[in-house]
């Protein structure tokens, strides 16, 4: 069984027991989150599509939050003398799918 869901603005296809990375979400560790929107859903009964979205849930449980590894973007305009440098870290959140009810 598996599903599609949208969680934090991506499509993200889960499974029960899975642990996944997502975008940052605004939960504590060891919260429960409710993901209500459902796109598409696979189990014994067949393959569900939502127009655009499925009744049900899906429950996760945040594991922890962290910082994703520095991501370094270099602008240089060559003969110029025009050099930049700047770092990025994602934050995101790792949880885990419990159950999926749809």
Do not use: W
Not at 20 to 27: D, E, F, I, W
Not at 81 to 87: Q, S
């Amino acid at each position: 069984m598996y599903a599609i869901c949208r969680i934090a603005g991506r499509q993200l296809r889960v499974r029960p027991d899975e642990i996944l990375r997502v975008p940052r979400l605004h939960a504590a560790e060891g919260e429960s989150v409710d993901v209500t929107e459902i796109l598409m859903v696979s189990d014994d009964k067949g393959v569900r599509f939502g127009n655009p979205h499925l009744e049900g849930r899906v429950v996760a449980r945040v594991v922890g939050h962290g910082r994703a590894e520095k991501v370094i973007v270099y602008k240089k305009i060559r003969r110029a003398d025009y050099r930049r440098k700047r770092g990025h870290r994602q934050q995101f959140t790792t949880v885990k799918i419990e159950s999926i009810e749809a």
